[in-house]
């Protein structure tokens, strides 16, 4: 009884048929109700298929469903067709999960607008989506799911449609992604040139005997793939999308820009695990992008202010270590991450939503401070995410940070230098993220007196998600606890059958890992305690600065000015785009259209007609109206007619 | 040099003379004159050809007739070349014309002196065979055109008709015209040249 | 009814000019309801058609030939194959809706538009169902005097001008492919001894290269300017731009195609060498005019004139697949040419509906839409996402299979042609932006109605086919499919190419392409056309 | 092989001749008794009627008299029935235009069927003399009848211009048949084709002139660049009806004459080709470019006669029997278009203070949607728009030019009639999208001119339908072509 | 003896005098004139042409051409009386409405 699959996407996909068709004409709780329903009915299916998968033989940890057939073209034929194994399984569960939990944050935090039922259709529609891109069986339905989030994401960051800045982050992200997607296709047409099929199974049996293992084609395929999980997961170069998308409502924040879509990438390589291994050099580059991004992403946390862009601005960095573990070929710590990731950053963004709820919509950092007595819940929970994004020992984000961190180090791909990069950032980002909380729980109330007046905790249906969230973000971890304290690391021993070998080599825990590029046990731990003791020093240094004295803050600020309006300004990366790309792109077009087309091509045409028309006038002149004229034109012919027949 | 000669060279000059005279004159009277002056010149040079009807003809009706009619027509229109017909086409025009004509002419007698110096040429060096008697003579006129030309001498009647009739319809004065009831309204009185003849007529 | 289908489906819409011609002048509502019946009865003859169509058989169906000019072999020769039998439908359903569309549009000399544009209808279906190249020029050309009066009569501000331009940049190039045309004809004679226009005969005829290439130039020249190709594209803003609404819906949705359609029935099958041989040219052209027209689209100022451009884009698409000579190509491009149909028609559709509330079509002029007009923006954002290829829409299918085939034909075009996609993004996203999105700022847009039935019953049944296509288009690739294998099969007599089982043109060599490879050979040389 | 040069005087052989010199008597004779007056139309239609049946009588015959002056084929009988076919439209156009302004005389249709008879005696012979005298007996009426408005000052203009013209012109031509007959020793061409070749070495030179001149000749006929300048004017001058004839009648016997000389007398002269060749290209653009301005739609017109010609001239340039019966096919055609398109601009100019001055158009599809119809649809004819005859007649001469070869020629002419859409074009702009400056004078319709404008609508389509009969027509003239 | 081709080469030049006469008279009687000198010129050489050939249908033909020339007067003639009468001059130049 495997035929079910099909249901976790329609489920939302029902829903958003019903509130989309349906626009305007239900009755609010109808709407939630049906929002929430379709995702938590898609979360039983999931549960019920990891179970299923779970009771089935490592080996065989496959579930395959074919609907219809979609393109058929010749020897090009493409089925929707979905599959679910250990992989899809983890990213439906989270997708469905953490998506429910954020349906639900939702019906509260959504309750006072009157887009409710547009938004809700939106973000049924984006879990369908999502849900598709994890379960396809092929790339090409993939890329479906692929490019619908990317549309939802448009669509749910331009919610407030009228907000200018809403609208151009809507559309900046969509063409960003389209870049993006871009690469994708061109991944596929080589793909399919190559192999003839662009089913998973089929792609990933064959690319041994088609491709050359680190030749220029796998390269290709990777890098251009790996172009598309840039788009979408906002890495170098394409990152800069995500800082802006946070125009849309605090939830999708959470549920797209945090938890689910932005993954996708990370997902995309983790699912082609087989061609990136056959290239080390794509992986080289996939690190590389992957360490950059975090290290350069968390610099500019510091300096934010916008508690929303800060947490942007942690994503990206996170993604970043989620790829640099892809490219150190250890994708089940890049999954590992996701998913604590998913967990906590998500409950971050609710955190930070349901801050901005009670501050009455102000998102300024700088006005806020002292929020711990007036939003306890929110207060603890987000303390505890902070813990665990932060790597505090014990909380999800320690294990899945360290794994990657310390495959950055050992794995036959890694170098110490990620390393190094990885552990930088994991002390910024413990600074980073001890500077939001300061500066939003603690310390004076900044806040104006009307917005002060309005404090208040959120709702049940706002806190009740915080709070489960808080639980995950603690245990989440747990089922990827390495083998150096002892136990198997259950997450890796799962996702096993779809990694070729990139996890396996190390799974089984009574394999003694020297194997890790011939690291001991010892390493690791000494690489663990040295973290763990970074991100002591880095809380403390937030609590200096932010907490006890609060002058050093604003005075190193003017020490490093200079660095600071540079990290302000986000490196200034916007606007050299603008001028580098998009304003050339502007003046090119308006020369084509006003140059090219206007005086070039019309000119041609509308010159010779007026050519014409001038000799016309010309010849006009010749018919004076005096015979006489015309007798000599007669004449003249015949002189020449004459000759020409006397002659020859 | 025989007699032949003379007689040709002479009216040969006085035909090409004339001619010239004729275009060269302001007054159609005198170019009328020496059209006809030429037009004798020539007839000789047909009766030196051997063709005594065409020239007698050419004589009595061209010069007689047709060229009379012009001279007709100039009295009735009062025409003595006292008209001022303003400056001619620019002298380029002129010039032109000139030369083109003068080509046709040369281009003329090359044909013609082509055919002089072929061998083979029928249109032989000397006046050719001897005549057959009668040559050129009424009956034999006569007689090609009732039997050979007898067609195209049916159709100069027709012709000629035509011609009358035309003549008519065109030169004849208004008032008697005949006319349907709406054609009576459209043309009132025969003053045509004025400018509200024309509003009526456009 | 079978035999002689075809000829109901062409001609039927002339029973309802007669009928026109006695509904006096002053009864308008009488003039629309006999045009609109008629043209959905046409409708229903397609469908008819549609279902009886055998989608197993190979080569045409439902042909009809019977002599017309015998002495000088021109046959009344009608027959269809899936391309055919797609525009067809295309052909009547967007008819029908362009009617609908100028159901209020169109004031003045209502009966003289009803009739052009069923006349219209005539000549395009005539188009794409003769088989007798004398037949098909007609109709090419007779096609072509309705929309002159369509523009002319009914047009904007400049409609003269686009008009006429309309009407010469059209003629210059189909009077080449009638000397064309007319080489054939006596070609065919030195070949097989007979006359005929037929165009399935002389695509069995062997062509000299040199002969194949200035034919093919011939041709393509007309089809060129009809696509539009990129240099020859400056007659469509204008057309569109002036052109009413359905004008522009007919003329994007169904007048482009014939271009394409002629290259595809045409071009390829009788000069497969010269097709090989111009294969680079015409493929960067296409790839220019996909970049060049997004380029432009994007900095209009008229919403038709972008949507104008972006037609000048998409069809290069269409092209670039034609020319990419695989399969996944061409039945990519022939589903392009379809969506193509729909997507920029119910644009058009859509931007004539807001023209009809505001007289205005610059985009400065509008913003904030979305707040006055839900249900509008709503079907605006869904025909502009499958305009730009969002997965799921009639858009992703063809354009993906065309980007497919172009890569394979030369990674460059596919490259390149790709990043059209991100600029139609660009263009599509900023235009909806700037219209639909914002704060309401202009007050004539504040108590804008949204549309109403009508003009929903014109767009749903679009929608539907956007998404139907998107979804679920193997009915129409079932059709589809043998035909472009018989398209590919005839390019695959060229000898300068080789057919892999997939269909899949390789290109061997060009240049040793020459007579002496053609015993059989009919050689009328051009070059000694001249004096002699 | 009967005796083509039989001396026989068979009346039947010029029967449609003799008939309507008949009807011209008749009417001169009863023309000014009170009230037969208003019927020498009729009887000048009658016999043309009778004529043009006489003509069809003798379809298939061939068969020569009168000292082998008149010669009767196919050919010859094709190009009687144009002239009998155009002259009846010119005359049932003329009646109303003539009355209007005041010239409703019975002479004007004794004129016109004279000189229609002089078109029939060029159409059936093969003796220079007689093509000489009909020329003559063509012409002389219609120099009277362009000048027939005699109280209009362009009128009289076009007849002088026209006169002149035509006189100059003939003396070339008579010129030229005196060198031929001085080459040859005789005029009829059956003669000199039996003996062509001991001709050309007898004496070459003046074969050469005499031809060149001859062609000269006809050339001037059919308008032909640089002989064309008289057209414009005469045809604007000239009353519209007549300038209809004009565009028609002497053009098609023109070429009857041309064919017949240049296709079966001379044909072996191979110089042809190229001066045709030449002349059709010049024709062609010289006329379709001077039209492109034209502010007056009869000189409009006149210039597209002209650019018409040139297709025709392509025919003579190609040569061939194909090229011939698509001449034929292409004159039957043009007079149906051209007749039409002049009957519409007759019907508009008889509304009092009109010159046919594009500025008078604009209002007219408002005012007579059926009028502005039918010349709509012989614009597009004229500019060879299918499915009218004038796109087969294009087609027809065109696919004669590419089988000869002649490809450069097809594609110039192509070209050129690409050219010819712009103006015709203009026309139907002026008529449907301009507005009105003014409101559109009404015109009056007379049974008459209907009667035109359906045969010569309902010919343009048709014929453009079903081209069938009229090429088997035009293939059949050249039975035995002499 | 006078050889032929010299009533030929009188005839030319009476031809291409005519001709001259046509373009350069202004006065529109003088060119009627031309045209029928020209007339007269190819009727000389049609004499002298059936001399040369010794047949006689050259007369026969001369005569008929002075009847057309004859009509061409008399039609030519009335012309200019009409536009005379209209116009008061004789200035073929004069006679130019129609142009362009």
Redesign the interface.
């Known amino acids: 009884m495997s035929d079910y699959i099909f249901l976790i996407p329609l489920f939302p996909l029902i829903g958003f048929l019903i509130n989309g068709l349906l626009l305007g004409k239900l009755s609010r709780p109808v709407v939630n109700v049906v929002a929430c329903a379709s995702v938590f009915a898609s979360f039983v299916v999931a549960v019920m298929t990891f179970f299923e998968l779970t009771s089935l033989p490592a080996t065989a940890r496959v579930i395959e469903q074919t609907l219809f057939t979609w393109i058929p073209s010749g020897n090009f034929h493409v089925n929707i067709g979905f599959l679910a194994d250990p992989l899809s399984a983890v990213m439906i569960l989270v997708v469905t999960g953490v998506g429910f939990l954020i349906h639900v944050y939702s019906t509260a935090y959504m309750s006072h607008d009157p887009g409710f039922g547009r938004y809700f259709a939106y973000l049924n529609l984006f879990t369908f989506s999502m849900l598709t891109l994890v379960l396809a069986d092929n790339f090409l339905l993939m890329f479906v799911g692929w490019e619908g989030v990317g549309l939802c994401s448009y669509l749910l960051i331009g919610f407030w449609f009228e907000k200018q800045s809403a609208s151009d982050a809507g559309k900046k992200a969509f063409i960003v992604n389209r870049i993006g997607d871009f690469g994708f296709l061109l991944g596929m047409f080589i793909i399919f040139w190559q192999v003839g099929s662009l089913h998973f199974p089929t792609v990933m049996a064959a690319a041994p005997t088609v491709f050359v293992a680190g030749g220029g084609l796998i390269t290709a395929v990777c890098l251009l793939l790996f172009v598309g999980a840039t788009g979408k997961s906002a890495q170098i170069p394409l990152f800069v999308w995500l800082p802006d998308a946070m125009e849309g409502p605090t939830p999708v924040s959470a549920l797209i820009h945090a938890a689910t879509m932005v993954t996708a990438g990370v997902y995309m390589i983790a699912r082609t695990n087989v061609l990136y291994l056959m290239s080390s050099d794509a992986l080289m580059v996939v690190a590389i992008i992957g360490a950059a991004t975090a290290f350069m992403a968390a610099t500019i946390g510091l300096a934010q202010n916008d508690i929303k862009r800060v947490l942007a601005y942690s994503t990206v960095s996170q993604l970043g270590y989620m790829f640099l573990a892809c490219g150190v070929a250890s994708f089940t710590a890049g999954v590992f991450h996701l998913m604590t990731h998913a967990f906590f950053k998500a409950l971050l963004f609710l955190g930070a939503g349901s801050v901005i709820h009670a501050m009455s919509n102000k998102q300024d950092m700088r006005e806020m401070g002292g929020l711990s007595k007036y939003l306890p819940i929110t207060y603890r929970t987000m303390l505890i995410a902070t813990l665990a994004i932060a790597g505090i020992p014990g909380l999800s984000g320690f294990f899945s940070k360290d794994e990657i961190l310390w495959k950055a180090f050992s794995s036959e791909h890694g170098h110490p230098i990620f390393w190094v990069v990885g552990f930088a950032t994991a002390g910024l980002t413990a600074f980073y993220m001890f500077r939001l909380v300061y500066l939003t729980f603690h310390g004076n109330e900044r806040m104006d007196e009307h917005t002060k007046h309005h404090l208040h905790e959120s709702p049940k249906a706002m806190t009740v998600p915080l709070m489960v969230l808080a639980v995950l973000s603690i245990v989440g971890g747990w089922v990827g606890i390495p083998h150096i304290f002892g136990v198997t690391n259950q997450f890796e021993h799962w996702l096993e059958p779809v990694m070729a070998g990139g996890g396996g080599h190390e799974a089984v825990s009574d394999v003694v890992h020297t194997s890790a590029g011939g690291y001991g046990a010892g390493m690791e731990i000494t690489l663990m305690a040295a973290s763990v003791v970074l991100v002591l020093v880095a809380i403390y240094l937030a609590f200096t600065f932010y907490r006890k004295r609060t002058d050093l803050a604003t005075a190193w600020r003017e020490r490093l000015s200079g660095l600071h309006t540079l990290l302000v300004n986000k490196y200034y990366i916007d606007e050299i785009y603008h001028a580098v790309i998009v304003r050339p792109l502007i003046g090119i077009s308006v020369f084509l259209w006003k140059f090219v087309d206007v005086m070039v091509i019309d000119g041609i045409a509308n010159g010779s007609a007026f050519v014409y028309q001038l000799s016309s006038e010309g010849l006009?002149?010749v018919?004076?109206?005096?015979?006489?004229s015309y007798?000599?034109a007669f004449?003249v012919g015949v002189v020449v007619i004459v000759a020409y027949f006397v002659a020859g | 040099m025989?007699l032949?000669?003379v007689i040709?060279i002479f009216s040969?000059v006085v035909?090409?003379f004339g001619?010239?005279m004729?275009?060269v004159?302001?007054n159609?009277v005198a170019?009328?004159l020496y059209?006809i002056l030429?037009?004798v010149a020539?007839a000789v040079?047909?009766i030196?050809?051997?063709?005594v009807?065409?020239g007698a003809?050419?004589v009595v009706?061209?010069a007689g007739?047709?060229?009379v009619?012009?001279l007709f027509?100039?009295m009735?229109?009062n025409?003595r070349?006292t008209?001022d017909?303003?400056r001619?086409?620019g002298p380029l025009n002129?010039l032109t014309?000139?030369v083109?004509?003068?080509l046709?002419?040369v281009e003329?007698?090359f044909?013609?002196?082509a055919?002089?110096f072929a061998e083979t040429i029928?249109?032989?060096?000397?006046?050719?065979?001897p005549?057959?008697d009668g040559?050129?003579s009424v009956e034999?006129?006569a007689k090609?055109?009732f039997t050979?030309?007898l067609y195209?001498?049916e159709l100069?009647a027709v012709?000629?008709l035509?011609?009358?009739v035309?003549?008519?319809a065109?030169?004849k004065r208004e008032r008697e015209d005949f006319a349907t009831e709406e054609g009576e309204a459209a043309h009132s009185g025969d003053k045509?040249?004025s400018p509200p003849m024309e509003k009526v007529e456009g | 009814m079978e035999t002689q289908i075809l000829t109901y489906v062409t001609f039927f819409p002339v029973i309802g000019i007669l009928a026109l011609l006695l509904v006096p002048k002053d009864r308008p509502d009488t003039v629309k309801g006999v045009a609109l019946i008629t043209a959905v009865i046409t409708m229903l003859l397609s469908f008819f058609l549609w279902g009886m169509f055998d989608k197993m058989a190979l080569g045409m169906q439902f042909e009809i030939d019977t002599p017309w000019v015998t002495s000088l072999g021109i046959h009344y020769h009608l027959g269809i194959d899936g391309i055919s039998l797609l525009l067809i439908v295309l052909t009547t359903v967007l008819t029908v809706l362009a009617i609908l569309a100028s159901w209020h549009s169109i004031t003045k000399d209502i009966k003289g538009y009803f009739i052009s544009m069923l006349l219209l209808q005539v000549g395009m279906i005539g188009v794409f169902v003769s088989l007798d190249l004398f037949l098909f020029y007609v109709f090419w050309e007779v096609m072509l005097i309705p929309m002159y009066f369509i523009i002319g009569l009914w047009g904007g501000p400049r409609r003269i001008y686009a008009a006429i331009k309309f009407v010469l940049f059209t003629m210059f190039g189909s009077l080449l492919m009638l000397v064309g045309i007319i080489w054939l004809l006596f070609a065919y004679h030195g070949f097989a001894g007979e006359y005929t226009f037929d165009i399935l005969k002389l695509s069995q005829m062997p062509i000299g290269f040199r002969e194949q290439l200035l034919l093919f130039g011939a041709f393509a020249l007309a089809f060129a300017i009809k696509v539009p190709l990129f240099p020859f594209h400056t007659w469509l803003p204008d057309a569109h731009v002036e052109a009413p609404t359905a004008g522009s819906v007919i003329l994007a949705g169904v007048l482009l195609k014939m271009g394409t359609y002629g290259f595809i029935r045409i071009c390829l099958p009788m000069f497969p060498d010269a097709t090989v041989a111009y294969l680079p040219y015409i493929a960067v052209l296409s790839v220019i005019a996909i970049i060049y027209g997004a380029l432009v689209a994007m900095v209009q100022k008229d919403v038709k004139s972008l949507v104008a451009f972006s037609s000048v884009s998409h069809m290069g698409f269409v092209m670039l697949g034609i020319f990419a000579l695989n399969l996944q190509g061409m039945e990519g491009a022939i589903m392009q040419m379809v969506n193509h149909g729909v997507s920029t028609g119910a644009l058009f559709l859509l931007v004539g509906m807001l023209y009809d509330r505001r007289h205005t079509r610059l985009i400065e002029e509008f913003g904030g839409i979305a707040k006055v007009m839900p249900v509008y923006s709503t079907f605006f954002m869904i025909v502009a996402l499958s305009s730009i290829g969002l997965p799921f829409t009639n858009g992703f299918v063809g354009e993906f299979l065309i980007l497919l085939g172009a890569y394979d034909r030369s990674a460059i075009y596919g490259v390149l042609a790709a990043s059209g996609v991100i600029f139609a993004a660009a263009y599509m996203l900023w235009m909806y932006q700037r219209v639909i999105f914002g704060k309401v700022t202009n007050p004539a847009n504040e108590k804008l109605i949204d549309i109403d039935w009508r003009e929903r019953i014109i767009l749903i049944p679009l929608v539907v086919l956007i998404f139907w296509i998107g979804i679920y288009p193997k009915p129409l690739f079932e059709r589809i499919e043998p035909a472009a294998q018989q398209v590919l099969l005839k390019v695959g007599r060229a000898q300068s190419v080789e057919l892999d089982d997939q269909f899949r043109v390789n290109k061997v060599t060009v240049v040793d392409v020459t007579e002496e490879k053609h015993p059989t050979t009919v050689g009328l040389n051009p070059e000694e056309g001249d004096v002699k | 092989m009967i005796d083509l040069t039989s001396a026989g005087l068979d009346f039947a052989l010029i029967a449609p001749e003799l008939a309507l010199m008949i009807a011209a008597s008749v009417i001169l004779l009863t023309g000014y008794v009170k009230n037969l007056g208003k019927l020498s139309p009729s009887i000048g239609l009658l016999g043309l009627g009778i004529a043009m049946a006489l003509a069809i009588t003798h379809w298939g015959r061939q068969h020569s008299g009168f000292f082998g002056m008149v010669t009767n084929d196919n050919f010859g009988m094709a190009f009687k029935v144009i002239a009998a076919g155009t002259s009846m439209l010119a005359l049932l156009m003329s009646q109303r235009w003539l009355t209007v302004r005041g010239y409703n005389r019975p002479e004007f249709y004794a004129l016109l069927l004279m000189s229609t008879i002089g078109m029939m005696v060029m159409a059936n012979t093969t003796d220079l003399?007689v093509l000489?005298?009909g020329l003559?007996v063509m012409s002389?009426p219609l120099?009277?009848m362009a000048?027939y408005a005699?109280?209009s000052?362009?009128s009289?203009?076009?007849?002088?211009?026209y006169?002149?013209m035509g006189?100059?012109a003939?003396?070339?031509l008579?010129?030229g048949?005196?060198?031929v007959?001085?080459a040859a020793?005789?005029?009829d061409l059956r003669r000199i084709v039996a003996d062509f070749t001991f001709i050309l070495d007898r004496a070459d030179t003046y074969l050469f002139a005499g031809t060149a001149m001859v062609l000269i000749g006809f050339a001037f006929k059919v308008a032909a660049v640089p002989f064309h300048a008289w057209v414009?004017?005469v045809y604007?001058?000239a009353p519209t009806p007549v300038t209809a004839f004009f565009s028609v009648g002497p053009k098609a016997a023109g070429f009857a004459a041309l064919l017949r000389i240049f296709m079966f007398g001379f044909v072996s002269l191979e110089i042809l080709s190229q001066v045709f060749w030449v002349l059709a290209v010049l024709t062609m653009t010289v006329g379709n470019v001077l039209a492109l301005r034209q502010g007056n739609i009869k000189r409009l017109l006149a210039y597209s006669s002209i650019a018409h010609a040139g297709y025709i001239l392509v025919a003579l340039a190609v040569g061939g029997p194909e090229a011939m019966s698509a001449a034929i096919f292409y004159l039957v055609g043009y007079a149906f278009f051209n007749l039409g398109g002049f009957a519409v601009v007759t019907l508009i100019e008889t509304r009092s203070g009109s010159k046919a001055e594009f500025s008078e158009l604009p209002g007219l599809a408002k005012a007579h949607p059926y009028l502005a119809v039918v010349l709509a649809l012989f614009m597009f004819a004229l500019s060879g728009f299918p499915p009218t005859v004038g796109f087969f007649g294009k087609f027809y001469l065109f696919s004669a030019a590419v089988k000869a070869d002649f490809i450069w020629l097809a594609i110039i002419g192509v070209m050129n009639s690409f050219i010819s859409v712009y103006y015709y074009l203009r026309v139907v702009k002026a008529v449907y999208f301009e507005v009105p400056a003014r409101e559109f004078a009404r015109v009056t319709y007379t049974p008459a001119i209907v009667v035109v404008l359906f045969i010569t609508a309902a010919g343009t389509l048709g014929l453009g339908f079903f081209p069938q009969q009229l090429l088997e027509f035009s293939q059949k003239a050249l039975f035995a072509f002499l | 003896?006078?050889?032929?081709?010299?009533?030929?080469?009188?005839a030319?030049?009476?031809?291409?005098?005519?001709?001259?006469?046509?373009?350069?008279?202004?006065?529109?009687?003088?060119?009627?004139?031309?045209?029928?000198?020209?007339?007269?010129?190819?009727?000389?050489?049609?004499?002298?042409?059936?001399?040369?050939?010794?047949?006689?249908?050259?007369?026969?033909?001369?005569?008929?051409?002075?009847?057309?020339?004859?009509?061409?007067?008399?039609?030519?003639?009335?012309?200019?009386?009409?536009?005379?009468?209209?116009?008061?001059?004789?200035?073929?130049?004069r006679?130019?409405?129609?142009?362009?």
């Open positions: 006009r002149k018919q004076t109206g005096r015979v006489r007798a000599t004449v | 025989s032949d000669t040709f040969a035909a090409v001619a010239t004729m275009i004159q302001r159609p170019s009328v059209l030429s037009l020539q040079l047909y030196q050809l051997g063709s009807f065409m003809i050419l009706v061209y007739a047709i060229l009619l012009f027509v100039i009735l229109l025409l070349g008209e017909l303003g001619g086409s002129q014309k000139y083109f004509a003068v046709f002419v003329l007698v044909v013609v002196r055919g002089f029928a249109v032989s060096v000397l006046t050719g065979p005549a057959t040559f050129g034999n006129v090609l055109l050979r030309y195209p001498f100069t012709l000629l035509a011609a009358v035309g003549a008519v065109i030169a045509p040249a | 003399v000489f005298l003559e002389v120099y009277v000048g005699k109280r000052l362009e009289n203009e076009s007849g002088l211009k006169f002149i006189a100059f003939s003396a070339f008579l010129m048949i005196a060198f007959f001085g020793g005789t005029t414009p004017d604007q001058g | 003896m006078v050889p032929i081709s010299a009533y030929l080469i009188v030319a030049v009476l031809f291409g005098i005519g001709t001259v006469g046509v373009l350069v008279s202004r006065n529109i009687i003088i060119l009627f004139m031309s045209v029928e000198l020209m007339l007269n010129a190819a009727n000389l050489a049609l004499i002298a042409f059936s001399r040369a050939l010794n047949v006689m249908d050259g007369h026969a033909f001369v005569f008929l051409v002075l009847t057309v020339a004859a009509a061409e007067a008399a039609v030519g003639l009335a012309m200019v009386l009409t536009i005379f009468r209209n116009r008061d001059s004789i200035n073929v130049d006679y130019n409405l129609l142009k362009w």
